[in-house]
């Protein structure tokens, strides 16, 4: 397939040359802008003559600009390695926030847009869209408040959100790990060891292993010492309780704000904006999946029991009568990962070693290029000069770029940016995400503003003379977030605020999880995979110091054997595994639909999740040993319900459901058929938050989404 020559891109990757006094003073300048504007509107026009051009049209173009200066400023908070520089993204978020809150309440503006809202003009569907949600913006932020009090109040608990919020994520997110012996890190792959940080003084014999991806899983699933295991996941539970008092006023403040607006809970007035629409139809969705799944759930659990049992390890042999004759939450991602070596001869470590990071990536893009139609072109140090000597293209030095264009095929023009942080780094984001650093947009001028995306991971860092080799869970995070990515540069969208992954919470996850089926597709899998080795005479001199121990040199493809026993595990305890992700979103549907006030005050939010763990992901922790239903505060540690996926964590069992339908309907049979993949991105990618989710499905598929595809494959029908 003949792909285009590069060519400079018509226009310039996001400047990252700035300052936090910089910062704050461009957030300053950007909402006085916007407050000139407004005051300009209300000034001049009254609600007899308002018009979507002379009233929503310039608010949507100053939008349009003002969003592609604050996701950036925002971004920073996230990734930057300068505290100044995270403190001065965080304050500036707070004076978006605290304008927003401000500009939801002027009655004049709002005066204007609902004149326009209740005027039949002949707008094109977008446009349309808009104005039906800015509409929603002020009545859903309490215009229709008559009380003045009351109104002034609900502004106030927003601010106080946002504040909050903020300083939780945080939380989240600060460097905190283990000193660990290499005796309590026994079965450990080498390359994770390696990794860890050497002790010094008491610490000298000792690792650090810090809890975060991709540390803390690999830990999980590898160490053969249950009491390393158990002080892993138990310290990870307690690494954050400065939030377990936050996430209650959180809760608080956001049930007090949805009955100050006449809803019942904060789901209620969430569920509203969703596909999903109301509790009563999440709430069935996670109970009828919950209750189909446990009787399997129960059956994996005992084999699970059993081989933990009969597991004859010298760890294992000198447990205590109570570890050896009980199942624990830290126990299932171990005797999962070793319920596939004995079923299917999954080795992971050998497995990874065909799967070195810049090799698989390359791979993966061309996978993409093939089913969208796109091409990935790497912009090289060497071509930084091309945007000018004061232009800084990236907030770290680890991180890449790439140009992003159509392939001939489409025209071979130019769509937007990628940008790929991969590894772990002091005060980052500590799990996989993706991040809209530039909305696209039409601009005043007529042309279209070109998209910027971030994905943001922490994978195992490359060593000296050895790459970065990913494991198998690593690359179902990178299809999985290359979804994200895709989405948010594909759109083509007139106004920034419908631009990609801005769609609802539930529709979001639907692509990139549908993405990941690409990675269980055998042929994907044997075009992906080459042994390390064979990349260069370097990398068979790193594998013949690091890992040769009288063993022949491996095949340098996967052997079709193998690639059909990963394919075959693909299933394991998957029951399992739903309803660990069922437990955080009934967990979530809980603590936001409380009955009534008194109900969300007397709530114990710990107590809550760990005896819902139990009962729902059938999962045991100290609560059995006698230390109380409190002995661990996993909540506090979960930013998305903390931030963005409160009463939406459902988003991800119902999503998996919804993916699976769209997967199996269209793309199973063929999975690299370009004329599915072009229409699949036409109608559902590029249209981004401009249309209803559901609708967009609907078209695609001709019908309503379901589960049964997703019922089917959990061998529930």
């Known amino acids: ?75 920073y908070g996230s990734t930057s390695t300068s505290a100044a520089m995270r403190d001065a993204s965080n304050a500036s978020e707070v004076l978006f926030n605290e304008f927003d809150s401000h500009t939801l309440i002027r009655e004049e503006l709002f005066q204007l847009i609902n004149a326009v809202f209740h005027r039949e003009e002949n707008l094109d569907a977008e446009s349309q869209f808009y104005v039906e949600r800015k509409h929603q913006e002020f009545t859903r932020n309490g215009i229709g408040i008559e009380d003045v009090g009351k109104r002034a109040k609900l502004a106030e608990i927003k601010n106080v959100l946002h504040e909050k919020i903020t300083i939780s994520k945080n939380s989240i997110n600060t460097s905190s790990g283990i000193w660990l012996s290499i005796g309590d890190l026994d079965g450990l792959p080498d390359s ?23 540390h803390l899983e690999t830990a999980l699933k590898h160490a053969n010492n249950p009491a390393t295991r158990r002080r892993l996941y138990v310290g990870n539970d307690n690494r954050c309780l400065e939030n377990v008092p936050r996430l209650k006023e959180i809760i608080l403040l956001r049930d007090e704000a949805a009955r100050l607006l006449g809803y019942r809970n904060h789901a209620e007035f969430q569920l509203e904006m969703k596909m999903a629409g109301t509790t009563d139809s999440v709430n069935n ?33 000198n447990l205590d009568e109570q570890e050896n004759s009980m199942f624990y939450v830290w126990d299932s991602s171990f005797y999962t990962n070793l319920t596939k070596v004995q079923t299917y001869s999954f080795d992971e470590k050998k497995f990874s070693e065909y799967f070195a990071l810049e090799r698989t990536l390359a791979g993966m893009m061309t996978t993409l290029f093939q089913l969208f139609s796109l091409h990935f072109l790497k912009i090289t140090p060497e071509d930084y000069s091309n945007f000018g000597t004061d232009h800084v293209m990236t907030w770290h030095d680890s991180v890449s770029v790439f140009s992003v264009w159509n392939n001939e095929k489409s025209n071979g023009d130019f769509v937007g940016y990628l940008y790929l942080d991969l590894f772990p780094r002091e005060n980052k984001y500590n799990h996989a995400g993706h991040y ?92 992906l995979g080459r042994h390390y080795s064979y990349e260069s005479d370097e990398m068979l001199k790193a594998w013949e110091e690091n890992e040769v121990n009288g063993e022949q040199r491996p095949d340098e493809s996967l052997d079709d054997e193998t690639i059909r026993n990963l394919v075959g595990s693909r299933r394991t305890n998957e029951a399992l595994a739903t309803l660990r992700q069922c437990h955080v979103a009934m967990f979530d549907m809980a603590i936001h639909s409380p009955s009534s006030r008194e109900e969300a005050e007397r709530m114990n939010i710990s107590e809550l999740w760990n005896k819902m763990m139990s009962e729902v992901a059938l999962m045991n922790g100290l609560e059995v040993e006698g230390e109380g239903w409190e002995w661990g505060h996993g909540s506090s540690r979960l930013g998305a319900i903390i931030r963005g996926y409160d009463a939406g964590y459902y988003s991800y069992p119902l999503g998996k459901a919804y993916a699976q339908d769209l997967f199996t309907s269209l793309f199973e049979k063929d999975p690299m058929d370009e004329d599915v993949g072009m229409r699949y991105r036409k109608i559902v990618l590029e249209k981004g938050a401009s249309r209803n989710g559901m609708e967009l499905l609907e078209e695609f598929l001709g019908r309503k989404p379901n589960a049964v595809a997703r019922y089917r494959e959990l061998g529930l029908i």
Request: aromatic share 6%.
């Open 192 to 214: 994770t060891l390696k990794d860890l940080k050497k002790g010094e003084g008491g610490n000298a014999a000792k690792l650090w292993l810090p809890l975060k991806k991709p």
């Open 436 to 527: 809209l650093l530039q909305p696209g947009y039409i601009s005043k001028d007529g042309k279209y503003h070109h998209p910027s995306s971030a994905l943001v991971m922490n994978l195992p860092s490359p060593q000296p003379q050895k790459p970065t080799l990913l494991s198998h869970d690593c690359i179902r995070s990178l299809f999985h977030e290359l979804g994200h990515a895709i989405h948010n540069l594909v759109p083509r969208t007139k106004f920034a605020i419908f631009h990609g992954t801005s769609t609802t919470r539930d529709f979001v996850e639907i692509p990139s999880i549908m993405l990941e089926n690409w990675w269980w597709t055998p042929s994907v899998i044997k075009e």
């Open 1 to 75: 397939m003949a792909t285009p020559p590069f060519k400079t891109p018509p226009q310039a990757p996001p400047n990252f040359n700035t300052t936090p006094e910089q910062l704050i003073s461009d957030t300053r300048a950007i909402i006085d802008k916007t407050r000139n504007l407004q005051d300009t509107i209300i000034a001049s026009i009254g609600p007899e003559n308002a018009t979507f051009a002379n009233v929503l049209l310039p608010l949507a173009q100053d939008e349009n600009h003002s969003l592609r200066r604050r996701k950036i400023s925002k971004f």
């Open 285 to 317: 969705f996670l109970s009828d999946i919950r209750e189909k799944l446990t009787p399997i759930a129960k059956t994996d659990l005992g084999s699970l029991m059993e081989l933990k049992c009969r597991t004859s390890n010298e760890a294992l042999a």
